[in-house]
């Protein structure tokens, strides 16, 4: 991150006097743009809705109803997908159309919906609390499991008039899949097949900077970052990514920024896109979800959020420590992809999670991909899209 500072630093001092903001810069407009602008900068019709859920959040969904190619007769099956950690839908478009999982399935013909976890940049509201409270912040894993998902899978089939959709879901999208479906069977039969890319259930063997978390208590932790939002996007963000990075001379510098975080694969990014890619990465969640995430790199276990007391977690979950998630209790088609690069979903993890999907129809592992391979990687439509939807499109056909 130095590195990106001092970059930054330097534009800013001699950028005046040797032109630097004019010569070999060259922005891509998406960098700059919003979900619904990005879709539409394409040539993709798109509409956009709010989900409340059951305790007061208000999350941004954005649908992509068919595509730019004659679409399927409708009723179109539907898709939804969900992004992971400190992310956004922005995910699944912001590479080229013809590399962005979104776009690729509304030109085959599927009717898609993208969701944003509470806390982000397009999910920030909440009907009675202010996100200045710290009550707002008072979310995690557990919350985005049993209240957001339930409430956006909900809507997207009652607005669609069908009974299941197709899940796909990115790293944590995956974990609080995972939980969702192992512990509410009505919401998982309303699942047709759940498309784990990058799953995470444990990070035991995380290689991510973000497991230096685990080396700090709460109390520091909070006494660094507060008790409210974590990483959101700020000017500063949109700087570096716009001016900085959309150089030539700096993609090197931003672009193992983005690898240290993620795990090295540089000969499968677009580097031409790096801009967009970090000016719509960082979204935002809540420093107690970071705190979950270290809670379960610490004890290696898939379990709901210890609230530090047992006074606290007999008032919300009625036992004295945190219940443990059973994965095998989940029933719906599930099909896995994982990097052997992964910085973040860890292979050892992965291969311990395997044995307990019940009903795992399709696994690939594919050697070179880290953890944004998944949504950036250039060959992602070779290695994962094509038989992604070969798989809904049999089951389609059965």
Not at 258 to 279: E, H, I, Q
Request: hydrophobic share 40%; with cysteine; net charge positive.
């Amino acid at each position: 991150m130095w590195q990106l500072l001092a970059a930054a630093y330097w534009m800013l001092l001699l950028g005046p006097i040797y032109g630097y903001h004019k010569k070999e810069s060259i922005t891509n407009p998406e960098a700059n743009m919003n979900i619904s602008q990005i879709i539409s900068y394409w040539g993709y019709p798109h509409e956009e809705y709010d989900v409340v859920t059951e305790d007061g959040y208000v999350l941004g969904i954005y649908r992509i109803p068919h595509g730019r190619r004659c679409p399927r007769k409708t009723p179109r099956p539907v898709v939804y997908l969900q992004h992971g950690l400190i992310a956004s839908a922005t995910n699944w478009i912001c590479n080229l159309p013809n590399n962005s999982l979104a776009f690729l399935l509304a030109d085959f013909g599927y009717d898609v919906w993208m969701g944003n976890s509470r806390g982000n940049t397009w999910s920030r509201r909440h009907l009675k609390v202010s996100p200045k409270s710290r009550e707002y912040w008072a979310f995690s894993l557990d919350e985005m499991a049993n209240y957001d998902l339930p409430a956006t899978i909900n809507f997207i089939l009652e607005k669609t008039g069908q009974e299941q959709l197709y899940y796909v879901g990115h790293s944590q999208g995956t974990t609080i899949a995972f939980i969702a479906f192992s512990t509410n069977p009505e919401l998982a039969k309303r699942i047709k097949i759940f498309f784990a890319l990058a799953p995470v259930i444990t990070v035991k063997y995380t290689q991510s900077p973000l497991k230096k978390f685990t080396t700090l208590s709460r109390e520091v932790v909070k006494a660094l970052f507060g008790d409210k939002m974590f990483y959101p996007h700020t000017f500063f963000d949109q700087f570096i990514a716009t001016k900085v990075c959309s150089r030539k001379l700096f993609r090197h510098i931003c672009s193992n920024f983005l690898f240290a975080l993620s795990g090295f694969d540089p000969k499968n990014l677009n580097m031409s896109r790096l801009d967009v890619y970090l000016a719509q990465s960082s979204a935002g969640t809540s420093v107690q979800n970071m705190l979950h995430w270290a809670q379960a790199a610490n004890s290696g276990l898939f379990q709901a959020f210890d609230w530090g007391n047992p006074a606290q977690n007999m008032r919300h979950f009625h036992q004295r420590t945190p219940p443990l998630y059973d994965v095998t209790k989940m029933e719906v088609p599930t099909a896995v992809w994982s990097g052997g690069r992964d910085r973040v979903a860890d292979p050892r993890d992965v291969e311990n999670l395997l044995p307990n999907i019940t009903r795992l129809i399709y696994y690939k592992l594919i050697p070179h991909y880290n953890h944004v391979d998944f949504y950036l990687g250039q060959d992602a439509p070779r290695e994962i899209y094509q038989d992604l939807i070969e798989l809904m499109d049999e089951h389609l056909q059965n």
